[in-house]
């Protein structure tokens, strides 16, 4: 068999798997609603997350920004990390039960959740399973242009979520910790962070120029989400994460540390070992560890394949313990893609309450979990709002705002109505806040989207909520949508006066 194939196998699989499991049930995803709207305001940075995702979305939408564009890209990254997990056990002297093997681990386990959303955290994996591939590389080869690789891939990473530099102090961290430090003298290592420091470096100056908001949206963050993390719950979520393969990457992480084949790769387990210290230390969120796994997945598929090569039927062996992994999964695959309708996965995830999947991030049990919550009820909410619009006297239609209490909100209705003739839906939530129009004459309706409406009534001459979310299990449930004409000039000055508090907030808190 062809080196590549197993790999490319797995790749393709990977890939198409994807398109075909998904329920028609559900929407897209709350975040990825605001991420294709970064697509419409290209800049080298925003609120949220760094433009390498804003680029993608731009692309969709260039390329008319149906479902199989938004999903195109966290399959593709899915794809090739698979592919790299594959080629890593290969390139440890693995035959092709450790290829699939380790490609049998990444299928299985969180990934398939992980590489569903139009998020960054699809390309974080990536870009840190490229990173210690190519640092492998390097120390098999001695060659330096994989040295420059890394160094792409740092900068590329950079330019997609901050959280790389955790990845980044955990594999210095570790580099130090062991004999490989000799390559932090390398005068190719310090030019390829150069490389690193020049792709990440519009974002950067965008960040300094914008008073840091990185700072504010992860003291937000942590105010908001992570202080329900403890480290019991973050730890409890590997296990949960990676079980089915749970028997492959212990050995892995274990054997980088202490196999003495492995020896000149340790360095490689103890980033992933310093970099889930890091995340249990600072409350991160328990898929924020998701990119120090595959690698283990490769190192244990190659201890795995040593270990049978000394039993006289391994031959039979190999392939059940290829498709361990998967039968492992069988039973959870619900929990991790959305395979059946919200009612039925509510009966199906009351069953595995325990194990946290329907805990959301206010720390309270869901008939859900969150991310299936948070994929229902868009396409109604924005279908409710143009016919809230079209409803509008037609001469006076197009001076209309949109105001929306949140992102997902502004983002769905955005997305929904993208080839209709209706203005952008806006927000104070999130990078809306810089969106929203400074303009505010001239506007003579009002459609406003609130999950907690306020009474708005004395403010127009009149006001009436026309429409709200009826899904009983999106998280939006709820959510009014209200209409106001002719407005009076004391809700033009309220609504100045809170966008300028807004981004007096913003700034204050990004200055702290």
């Known amino acids: 068999m062809p080196k590549r194939t197993v790999p490319l196998l797995f790749a393709l699989l990977k890939f198409a798997v994807g398109f075909l499991l998904a329920s028609p049930a559900y929407d897209l995803h709350r975040d990825e609603y605001l991420y294709l709207d970064h697509g419409r305001h290209l800049a080298w940075g925003y609120l949220e997350v760094p433009p390498l995702l804003a680029a993608q979305a731009w692309l969709t939408h260039a390329l008319g920004g149906g479902y199989f564009w938004v999903k195109f890209w966290p399959f593709l990254w899915g794809a090739l990390t698979v592919y790299l997990v594959c080629r890593l056990a ?25 590489n ?4 960054p955290n699809s390309f974080e994996v990536l870009a840190f399973t490229a990173c210690l591939y190519w640092l492998v590389a390097h120390w ?3 060659q330096p242009r994989y040295l420059y690789y890394l160094g792409v891939g740092v900068g590329l990473s950079l330019l997609n ?3 790389t530099f955790f990845f980044v102090a955990a594999l210095v961290g570790a580099l130090l910790l062991t004999p490989q430090r000799r390559l932090l003298l390398s005068r190719h290592v310090w030019a390829a962070a150069g490389v690193a420091l020049l792709l990440w470096l519009p974002n950067l100056l965008w960040q300094l120029r914008h008073g840091i908001p990185f700072l504010h949206h992860m003291r937000e963050l942590h105010d908001t989400q992570l202080v329900h993390m403890s480290a019991a719950d973050f730890w409890k979520e590997q296990l949960v994460m990676c079980l089915p393969a749970l028997w492959v990457w212990v050995p892995g992480v274990v054997a980088l540390l202490l196999y003495p084949p492995f020896r000149p790769y340790r360095a490689v ?13 600072l409350h991160g969120k328990g898929y924020y560890a998701l990119g120090y796994y595959p690698v283990l997945f490769s190192f244990g598929a190659v201890l795995w394949s040593r270990w049978l090569a000394r039993l006289r039927y391994h031959a039979y062996v190999q392939p059940v313990l290829v498709a361990l992994p998967v039968l492992i999964t069988l039973p959870l695959l619900p929990l991790l893609y959305p395979l059946y309708a919200p009612a039925h996965m509510q009966a199906i995830s009351a069953r595995y309450s325990s194990l946290g999947v329907t805990r959301w991030e206010d720390g309270r049990q869901h008939a859900l979990p969150q991310d299936y919550a948070d994929m229902l009820g868009w396409r109604e909410l924005a279908n409710k709002t143009w016919q809230a619009y079209q409803a509008l006297p037609a001469a006076t239609r197009a001076r209309t705002l949109i105001k929306c209490s949140n992102y997902g909100q502004a983002g769905a209705i955005n997305y929904y109505n993208r080839h209709r003739h209706m203005p952008p839906a806006q927000s104070f939530n999130g990078s809306y806040l810089f969106w929203f129009p400074q303009q505010l004459q001239g506007y003579q309706h009002l459609i406003n989207i609130d999950d907690e409406p306020d009474d708005l009534t004395a403010y127009f001459t009149r006001y009436r909520r026309v429409a709200e979310v009826q ?3 999106a998280r939006e449930r709820g959510t009014a949508v209200m209409v106001g004409s002719g407005p009076t000039p004391a809700l033009l000055a309220r609504a100045k006066q809170e966008h300028q508090a807004a981004l007096e907030a913003w700034e204050g808190a990004a200055a702290r």
Request: proline share 2%; with cysteine.
């Open 90 to 114: 290969q390139r440890l002297g693995g035959g092709w039960f450790a290829a699939a093997l380790a490609g049998s681990c990444y299928l299985a386990t969180a990934y398939t959740r992980l």
């Open 116 to 119: 569903f959303l139009f998020q």
């Open 140 to 142: 098999q080869t001695k």
């Open 161 to 163: 979520k901050y959280t």
């Open 471 to 473: 899904n009983p299990y």
């Open 269 to 281: 387990g103890l980033t992933s070992v310093l970099g889930l210290l890091l995340l249990t230390v």
